[in-house]
Protein backbone atom coordinates (compact mmCIF):
# COMPACT_ATOMS: atom_id res chain seq x y z
CA UNK A 1 0.00 0.00 0.00
CA UNK A 2 1.57 3.94 -1.33
CA UNK A 3 1.70 5.39 2.08
CA UNK A 4 3.90 7.76 4.15
CA UNK A 5 4.70 6.81 7.74
CA UNK A 6 5.56 9.00 10.45
CA UNK A 7 6.78 7.62 14.02
CA UNK A 8 5.72 8.11 16.62
CA UNK A 9 2.33 9.14 16.69
CA UNK A 10 2.43 11.23 19.79
CA UNK A 11 5.52 12.06 21.58
CA UNK A 12 5.84 13.99 25.06
CA UNK A 13 8.74 14.88 25.88
CA UNK A 14 10.51 17.96 27.90
CA UNK A 15 12.53 21.18 27.14
CA UNK A 16 15.64 20.82 25.73
CA UNK A 17 15.50 17.48 25.35
CA UNK A 18 16.73 16.15 21.18
CA UNK A 19 14.47 14.72 19.53
CA UNK A 20 13.78 12.79 15.94
CA UNK A 21 10.23 12.42 14.15
CA UNK A 22 10.68 10.00 11.29
CA UNK A 23 9.24 9.89 8.22
CA UNK A 24 9.20 7.38 5.67
CA UNK A 25 7.68 6.88 1.62
CA UNK A 26 7.37 3.93 0.22
CA UNK A 27 6.07 5.12 -3.26
CA UNK A 28 9.91 6.67 -4.44
CA UNK A 29 8.66 10.04 -4.29
CA UNK A 30 11.05 13.18 -5.12
CA UNK A 31 9.73 15.61 -2.95
CA UNK A 32 9.02 15.59 0.85
CA UNK A 33 7.87 18.30 3.04
CA UNK A 34 7.46 18.36 7.01
CA UNK A 35 4.42 20.84 7.89
CA UNK A 36 3.03 22.01 11.14
CA UNK A 37 -0.62 22.78 12.34
CA UNK A 38 -2.04 24.85 14.61
CA UNK A 39 -5.16 26.05 16.42
CA UNK A 40 -6.16 28.93 13.87
CA UNK A 41 -3.21 28.90 11.50
CA UNK A 42 -3.91 26.17 9.50
CA UNK A 43 -0.86 23.84 7.81
CA UNK A 44 2.79 25.64 7.40
CA UNK A 45 5.92 24.76 6.30
CA UNK A 46 8.56 24.08 7.99
CA UNK A 47 11.52 22.30 5.42
CA UNK A 48 11.35 20.51 1.86
CA UNK A 49 13.62 18.24 -0.08
CA UNK A 50 13.39 18.57 -3.81
CA UNK A 51 15.39 15.43 -3.51
CA UNK A 52 17.89 13.49 -2.01
CA UNK A 53 20.81 15.54 -0.56
CA UNK A 54 18.81 18.78 -1.33
CA UNK A 55 16.73 20.54 1.54
CA UNK A 56 15.11 23.81 2.42
CA UNK A 57 13.33 26.15 4.42
CA UNK A 58 9.98 26.60 4.51
CA UNK A 59 7.86 29.20 6.33
CA UNK A 60 8.82 28.31 9.93
CA UNK A 61 12.36 26.78 9.93
CA UNK A 62 13.59 28.03 13.43
CA UNK A 63 14.23 25.34 16.25
CA UNK A 64 14.20 22.46 13.11
CA UNK A 65 16.81 20.57 11.10
CA UNK A 66 16.27 18.10 8.41
CA UNK A 67 18.28 16.14 6.18
CA UNK A 68 17.27 14.00 3.26
CA UNK A 69 20.24 11.02 2.84
CA UNK A 70 17.91 8.68 0.97
CA UNK A 71 15.19 8.79 -0.74
CA UNK A 72 12.67 7.07 1.05
CA UNK A 73 12.94 8.88 4.60
CA UNK A 74 13.30 12.44 5.75
CA UNK A 75 13.41 13.33 9.80
CA UNK A 76 12.18 16.20 11.15
CA UNK A 77 15.11 16.83 14.14
CA UNK A 78 14.52 19.15 17.39
CA UNK A 79 17.42 19.74 18.76
CA UNK A 80 16.50 21.67 21.41
CA UNK A 81 12.86 21.63 21.93
CA UNK A 82 10.86 24.06 23.41
CA UNK A 83 7.31 24.47 24.31
CA UNK A 84 6.31 26.46 21.32
CA UNK A 85 6.88 23.76 19.13
CA UNK A 86 3.86 22.06 20.90
CA UNK A 87 2.07 21.20 17.66
CA UNK A 88 1.08 18.55 15.03
CA UNK A 89 3.25 18.04 12.76
CA UNK A 90 2.67 16.21 9.22
CA UNK A 91 5.18 14.56 6.66
CA UNK A 92 4.01 15.11 3.54
CA UNK A 93 5.97 14.00 -0.24
CA UNK A 94 4.84 13.47 -4.33
CA UNK A 95 6.97 12.38 -7.22
CA UNK A 96 6.91 15.22 -9.06
CA UNK A 97 5.75 19.33 -6.74
CA UNK A 98 4.15 21.87 -8.20
CA UNK A 99 2.34 19.71 -11.02
CA UNK A 100 -1.34 19.45 -11.40
CA UNK A 101 -1.31 15.06 -11.42
CA UNK A 102 0.68 15.09 -8.59
CA UNK A 103 -1.03 16.05 -5.42
CA UNK A 104 0.93 15.50 -1.79
CA UNK A 105 0.46 12.52 0.07
CA UNK A 106 0.73 13.28 4.02
CA UNK A 107 0.74 10.74 6.99
CA UNK A 108 -1.36 10.51 9.57
CA UNK A 109 0.87 13.12 11.71
CA UNK A 110 2.84 13.24 14.83
CA UNK A 111 0.77 15.29 17.93
CA UNK A 112 4.26 16.43 19.89
CA UNK A 113 3.69 18.31 23.23
CA UNK A 114 7.27 19.92 25.19
CA UNK A 115 6.74 20.60 28.22
CA UNK B 1 0.20 38.07 5.73
CA UNK B 2 -1.91 35.80 4.80
CA UNK B 3 -1.86 35.03 1.44
CA UNK B 4 -4.91 32.10 1.22
CA UNK B 5 -8.21 32.89 3.14
CA UNK B 6 -10.88 30.70 4.54
CA UNK B 7 -13.00 33.11 6.33
CA UNK B 8 -15.28 30.81 7.86
CA UNK B 9 -14.11 28.53 10.41
CA UNK B 10 -17.18 26.16 10.48
CA UNK B 11 -20.00 25.50 8.09
CA UNK B 12 -22.99 23.25 9.18
CA UNK B 13 -25.21 21.94 6.36
CA UNK B 14 -28.34 19.46 6.01
CA UNK B 15 -27.74 16.09 4.76
CA UNK B 16 -28.58 15.92 0.73
CA UNK B 17 -28.19 19.73 0.54
CA UNK B 18 -25.36 21.81 -1.38
CA UNK B 19 -22.12 22.45 0.91
CA UNK B 20 -19.87 25.70 -0.49
CA UNK B 21 -16.98 26.20 1.03
CA UNK B 22 -14.90 29.03 -0.09
CA UNK B 23 -11.32 30.44 -0.34
CA UNK B 24 -9.92 33.99 -1.07
CA UNK B 25 -6.20 34.31 -2.25
CA UNK B 26 -3.87 37.88 -2.52
CA UNK B 27 -0.96 36.22 -4.40
CA UNK B 28 -1.95 36.71 -8.30
CA UNK B 29 1.48 34.12 -9.15
CA UNK B 30 -1.05 31.25 -7.82
CA UNK B 31 -1.67 29.14 -10.93
CA UNK B 32 -2.50 26.05 -9.01
CA UNK B 33 -5.05 25.44 -6.55
CA UNK B 34 -6.39 22.14 -4.55
CA UNK B 35 -8.73 21.09 -2.02
CA UNK B 36 -7.45 18.50 0.82
CA UNK B 37 -9.81 16.73 3.10
CA UNK B 38 -9.15 16.26 6.78
CA UNK B 39 -10.71 13.87 9.45
CA UNK B 40 -9.62 14.07 12.77
CA UNK B 41 -6.34 12.02 13.63
CA UNK B 42 -5.43 11.65 10.09
CA UNK B 43 -3.38 13.39 7.67
CA UNK B 44 -5.11 15.78 5.09
CA UNK B 45 -6.31 13.94 2.07
CA UNK B 46 -6.05 14.85 -1.45
CA UNK B 47 -9.70 15.72 -3.09
CA UNK B 48 -9.68 18.39 -5.84
CA UNK B 49 -7.29 20.54 -7.97
CA UNK B 50 -8.23 23.28 -10.31
CA UNK B 51 -4.92 24.78 -12.91
CA UNK B 52 -5.61 28.35 -13.17
CA UNK B 53 -6.16 27.95 -16.95
CA UNK B 54 -9.67 26.33 -16.00
CA UNK B 55 -12.50 27.68 -14.23
CA UNK B 56 -14.01 24.48 -13.48
CA UNK B 57 -13.42 20.80 -12.23
CA UNK B 58 -15.58 18.64 -11.49
CA UNK B 59 -15.24 14.96 -10.01
CA UNK B 60 -18.29 13.43 -8.37
CA UNK B 61 -19.94 15.10 -6.26
CA UNK B 62 -17.35 17.64 -5.86
CA UNK B 63 -17.02 20.46 -8.06
CA UNK B 64 -14.63 23.44 -7.85
CA UNK B 65 -14.74 26.68 -9.48
CA UNK B 66 -11.89 29.08 -10.11
CA UNK B 67 -12.62 33.08 -10.44
CA UNK B 68 -8.73 34.35 -11.24
CA UNK B 69 -10.50 38.29 -11.56
CA UNK B 70 -12.04 37.73 -7.93
CA UNK B 71 -8.69 35.71 -6.49
CA UNK B 72 -11.52 33.00 -5.68
CA UNK B 73 -12.48 29.49 -5.53
CA UNK B 74 -14.85 27.52 -4.09
CA UNK B 75 -15.90 23.91 -3.46
CA UNK B 76 -19.26 22.93 -4.21
CA UNK B 77 -20.08 19.43 -3.06
CA UNK B 78 -23.51 18.13 -4.05
CA UNK B 79 -25.24 16.28 -2.25
CA UNK B 80 -23.45 16.85 1.12
CA UNK B 81 -23.47 13.28 3.34
CA UNK B 82 -22.48 13.09 6.30
CA UNK B 83 -18.84 11.54 5.36
CA UNK B 84 -18.32 14.82 4.13
CA UNK B 85 -17.90 15.76 7.62
CA UNK B 86 -14.59 16.96 7.72
CA UNK B 87 -12.44 20.05 7.94
CA UNK B 88 -11.24 21.38 4.40
CA UNK B 89 -8.35 22.81 3.65
CA UNK B 90 -8.01 25.38 0.48
CA UNK B 91 -4.51 25.04 -0.72
CA UNK B 92 -2.19 26.87 -3.36
CA UNK B 93 0.87 26.97 -5.37
CA UNK B 94 3.18 29.56 -7.96
CA UNK B 95 4.29 25.30 -8.88
CA UNK B 96 3.70 25.43 -12.82
CA UNK B 97 4.02 29.29 -13.27
CA UNK B 98 7.36 29.20 -11.89
CA UNK B 99 7.98 25.28 -13.52
CA UNK B 100 7.85 23.23 -10.63
CA UNK B 101 8.84 25.43 -7.83
CA UNK B 102 10.07 24.95 -4.34
CA UNK B 103 8.15 27.35 -2.47
CA UNK B 104 5.87 24.97 -1.04
CA UNK B 105 1.82 25.14 -0.77
CA UNK B 106 -0.32 27.71 1.05
CA UNK B 107 -2.73 26.95 2.99
CA UNK B 108 -6.05 28.54 4.43
CA UNK B 109 -6.69 28.05 7.69
CA UNK B 110 -8.98 25.31 7.09
CA UNK B 111 -13.32 25.05 7.41
CA UNK B 112 -14.57 22.63 9.38
CA UNK B 113 -17.81 21.40 7.46
CA UNK B 114 -20.41 19.19 8.99
CA UNK B 115 -23.25 17.42 7.86
CA UNK B 116 -26.43 17.98 9.60
CA UNK B 117 -28.31 14.58 9.79
Same mark, same amino acid.
Given at each position: ??????????????? =?? %???????? *??????? @?????????????????????????????? =?? %???????? *??????? @???????????????????????????????????? | ?????????????????????????????????????????????????????????????????????????????????????????????????????????????????????
Amino acid at each position: EAQVTQNPRYLITVT =GK %KLTVTCSQ *NMNHEYM @SWYRQDPGLGLRQIYYSMNVEVTDKGDVPE =GY %KVSRKEKR *NFPLILE @SPSPNQTSLYFCASTARYGYTNSPLHFGNGTRLTVT | DQQVKQNSPSLSVQEGRISILNCDYTNSMFDYFLWYKKYPAEGPTFLISISSIKDKNEDGRFTVFLNKSAKHLSLHIVPSQPGDSAVYFCAASAGEASGGGADGLTFGKGTHLIIQP
